[in-house]
């Protein structure tokens, strides 16, 4: 009796041309930004013609609103994992740091955002959307951590943090390019951005908060 031969190996799932061209896009709008990326470079980057590409996607535009369409289910995986969330600060570190991926990793929709206005003006209408959505478990986990006794804040002073997260956790990107010149952002620059969002977190955090954080190796508030 033969002996058995080895298991077949699994074969990943092939990747469509059309998610390829996705991919590559994104990764060229980051790196470069997407007015200075051609629908030929893509196409070359992606290792098909042009005329392919255009089977896929007719316009740059597509393609933008494409990669947008991906942000957005990221973004509702997100809130889908926050309704769980509870008076623990884990869970708005937690939040925050796949918050933080996401921003990176699809970065040239904030870092260019004006720019992608003129060429998708609906953009202004999802962003906000977006915006709207992600305010509301933020709020909701704050006001588990005042009912824990875990953060000490009137609600006037809760009504300007929660822009101020917004604004620093989202346009963190568009700060380092304009503000320090960092035009290639590297993973490491998200310890940065999250570091500036706790400094917004920390006064209000009580003596609670504060020995529950003392326990964590890499707490960041």
Do not use: C
């Not at 298991?7 to 996705?22: G, Q, Y």
């Amino acid at each position: 009796m033969s002996e058995p031969g080895p298991a077949p190996k699994r074969s990943r799932p092939a990747v469509s041309t059309r998610d390829k061209l996705i991919a590559v896009s994104l990764a060229l709008f980051n790196e470069r930004g997407p007015d200075r990326v051609t629908t030929a470079q893509i196409a070359e980057a992606a290792g098909v013609n042009e005329g392919n590409l255009y089977y896929y996607f007719k316009t740059k535009q597509a393609l933008i609103l494409a990669i947008f369409d991906q942000f957005e289910a990221a973004v509702e995986r997100l809130l889908d994992g926050s309704r769980a969330a509870n008076a623990d600060p884990a869970a708005y570190v937690a939040f925050l740091r796949e918050w933080f991926e996401i921003v990176w990793t699809y970065r040239f929709l904030y870092r260019d955002f004006m720019s992608l206005l003129a060429t998708a003006p609906e953009l202004r209408r999802r962003i906000r959307a977006i915006s709207e959505r992600i305010r509301t478990p933020i709020k909701d986990l704050i006001g588990h951590m005042r009912m824990a006794g875990l953060m000490d804040l009137s609600d006037e002073e809760l009504d300007v943090l929660l822009p101020n997260l917004w604004i620093v956790s989202t346009y963190w990107v568009v700060y380092l390019d304009v503000q320090e010149g960092v035009g290639t952002l590297q993973k490491s620059h998200l310890e940065w951005g999250l570091k500036q969002v706790a400094s917004l977190f920390r006064p209000y955090l009580t003596k609670a908060a504060r020995d529950w954080l003392g326990t964590q190796p890499d707490a960041l508030l």
